[in-house]
Every structure is written in structure tokens, then in C-alpha cells.
């Protein structure tokens, strides 16, 4: 059994709950105890940051205390989580003037203090391929996916540090885990690049655009689904698809599930979503 600081994001526990349904199962059957972080707060989305740098760090830096008072590293099912924390604890251990000054934050706060040294932070596609090992997952496995995946990481996780030992350029991780559950994955061409998440209310064509060539690029490719890396780009990628291929002018007609989903459903848990999800396949077709 491992342990983990368990970070939902800023939507698991709220939007998308099918995120938090599914991680806490599937964590269960691979041998994953998700320590709860009582009391966390949001990241700021990278969204604070562009008012208030050090607000958003802040707000960080007290999740990192919890989780070092808990006394175990950070998992997120969420890229954008991933990306953002990572960013705010490799600012810590370089810059020990920002860690100060998140500290003085802390202290008359919370009245605590973090220590950043022990302390990392990990998606769970990261944790699933370097500590519990593809062929535990393989075994775990009851439903075999037999599915055309095709598999979005994003980009926010996808710098060098923030994804364990994948390629940050072209990472190739969820492609082993889709074929561990029995599944087929696709390449296309735009599994990295933005949807524009959270910008969708200021940019909002622009952000269809960008949602659509995913959605379209995996489509064309083969895929018969696509699955998030991402929590918050899932909503982009689902609830917007029909007016990201309006605007657009292109075929965005694809069922997508977060990752966490894909990877419960393979290991047995809420079949009865898994046989809904078969069947969107067979109805919006590939």
C-alpha cells in the first residue's frame, strides 16, 4: 500500500464529480490510500496569478503544509493541478525568498510553516507508471477496454519535472496504461496542445476553435474515444463539443471520459457507466 496526499483539483468534488466516484475505487484496487487533506483550498486555476503572483503561491503553499502535515507527498487526478502545483513548488525550493514570503503568510494565517525539501507532487498517471508498475495494472484489470483511445495529457503537466519519467514533448504514458486495460491507442497530432481552458468565457471562439481541432484531430485519427488527462479541459472537450464543431466548421462528435474513469471501469467498478459509455461509442460512432 502507498500513500498519498489526495488533491482532488478545483472540480472533482464539484462539476465533475465523476472524477472523485472513480478515483477513490480504482486508487483502492491498485493498492493507493488517499490520505485526505482536510481543509484544502483551490490552487487559484492559474488564474489568481495573473492578479496576485504571490496570492496564488500562498494558496498553494498552505495545501503543501497540509499535505506536509500529513505526512506524504501530493497525487492529483488533474493535469491542470498537476502543472499548476508543480510550478509553485519548484518556485519554493528555488526561490528561497518566495518561500519565505509564503511563509510569513502562513505563519500569520494558519500559524504554520512549510518545509518544502520531502515534499512532491504527482498525477496519477504518473503514479500508476513509475510506482505501481503496468503490470499490476494489467493483472487488475476485469473489463478489457477493446476500445480506439485516443489520449490527451494537455499541456500544463507537460513540462520536464511535472511527469514523472514521461517525454514532456511527447509523452507516451496513457498510451501504456490504455493498453494494459486492453485498449488501442491512437496518436494524433494535438494530444498536447491547449483547449483554453479556463479561458472559455473571455476567448470563447477562439476557445472552440482550439477545442474542436482536438476533438477532430482524435477523430479523424481513428479514435472511437477520447479520455482526459485533464479535468478542467474535460469540460471544453464535453460539455462544448457540439458548439466547439458549430463554430468551428468541423466533426467534434466523440464520447470523452477523464482518466480516472477509463482506468475504474477496466478494474470493475460502475459497470453500469461502462456500459453506457459502450454504447455512445456505438451511437455517435468513430
Not at 487526478?77 to 502545483?85: D, E, N
Not at 519565505?100 to 502562513?106: D, E, G, I
Not at 479561458?199 to 477562439?206: F, N, P, R, T
Request: aromatic fraction near 6%; glycine fraction near 8%; charged fraction near 20%.
Amino acid at each position: 500500500m502507498v500513500k498519498y496526499s489526495y488533491f482532488p483539483g478545483n472540480v472533482a468534488r464539484q462539476a465533475s464529480q465523476e472524477v472523485e466516484d472513480t478515483m477513490q475505487p480504482l486508487c483502492k484496487s491498485l493498492g493507493i490510500e488517499l490520505i485526505e487533506m482536510v481543509g484544502y483550498n483551490g490552487d487559484g486555476g492559474d488564474i489568481v496569478k495573473q492578479g496576485n503572483k504571490d496570492l496564488q503561491l500562498a494558496l498553494n503553499a498552505r495545501n503543501f503544509a497540509i499535505a506536509q502535515k500529513n505526512g506524504h507527498s501530493i497525487i492529483t487526478p488533474c493535469a491542470s493541478a498537476q502543472g499548476i502545483m508543480h510550478e509553485s513548488l519548484s518556485n519554493f525550493k528555488t526561490d528561497p525568498i518566495s518561500l519565505a514570503k509564503a511563509n510569513r503568510v502562513l505563519e500569520k494565517i494558519t500559524g504554520n510553516s512549510l518545509d518544502v525539501e520531502e515534499l512532491e507532487t504527482s498525477h496519477l498517471l504518473h503514479v500508476i507508471v513509475d510506482e505501481i508498475g503496468l503490470d499490476k495494472l494489467e493483472k487488475a484489470v476485469v473489463n478489457p477496454i477493446d476500445l480506439d483511445v485516443a489520449c490527451y495529457y494537455g499541456p500544463h503537466m507537460q513540462r520536464p519535472g511535472a511527469c514523472g519519467g514521461d517525454d514532456p514533448w511527447n509523452p507516451s504514458y496513457m498510451e501504456k496504461v490504455i493498453t494494459a486495460l486492453g485498449g488501442r491507442p491512437i496518436e494524433f497530432n494535438t494530444k498536447t496542445s491547449s483547449v483554453g481552458n479556463p479561458s472559455v468565457l473571455s476567448l470563447g471562439d477562439s476557445v472552440m476553435k482550439m477545442t474542436a481541432r482536438v476533438l477532430n484531430d482524435a477523430k479523424v485519427a481513428g479514435a472511437q474515444i477520447l479520455v482526459s488527462a485533464c479535468t478542467l479541459s474535460h469540460s471544453n472537450l464535453d460539455s462544448y463539443q457540439g458548439k466547439a464543431g458549430r463554430i468551428a466548421g468541423k466533426d467534434t462528435a466523440i464520447p470523452v471520459v477523464n482518466f480516472t474513469e477509463i482506468v475504474a471501469f477496466a478494474l470493475g467498478h460502475h459497470v453500469d457507466r461502462y456500459a453506457q459509455l459502450r454504447t455512445r461509442v456505438l451511437v455517435i460512432g468513430s
